[in-house]
């Protein structure tokens, strides 16, 4: 079991940034791949940047080049950091932890933190 708890959202003006963290507890946080979501009104829940255990990251294409996603094992800490905003990066933004086991999935989620970016 993983207990999510995401800080850092707000309201930004475009082309500001914001930085995102979640703070994990429960369980062997290194193990975990860990992920960043958002949804946006009326919109389906999209994957925006991902880490695995071993600091490989990706992300999506909207966000290339101007988000970055990064863990700390030792502070069970993951973070997105969001910088030259756009209006359409409005969303909540949800922390996921992700783990592949033998004989089943895990998936555990946050709250979520909302993001709102206007002038």
């Known amino acids: 079991q993983v207990h999510l708890v995401e800080s850092g959202g707000g309201l930004e003006q475009p082309g500001g940034s914001l930085r995102l963290s979640c703070a994990a507890s429960?369980?062997?946080?290194?193990?975990?791949?860990m992920g960043w979501y958002r949804q946006a009104p009326g919109k389906q829940r999209e994957l925006v940047a991902v880490?695995?255990?071993?600091?490989?990251?990706n992300y999506a294409d909207s966000v290339k080049g101007r988000f970055s996603i990064s863990r700390d094992n030792a502070k069970n800490t993951v973070s997105l950091q969001m910088n030259s905003l756009k209006p359409e990066d409005t969303a909540v933004y949800y922390c996921?932890?992700?783990?592949?086991?033998?004989?089943?999935?895990?998936?555990?989620w946050g709250q979520g933190t909302q993001v709102t970016v206007s002038s």
């Open positions: 880490i695995t255990s071993g600091g490989t990251t």
């Open positions: 429960g369980s062997i946080f290194s193990i975990y791949t």
């Open positions: 996921n932890a992700h783990y592949s086991g033998t004989l089943r999935e895990y998936d555990y």
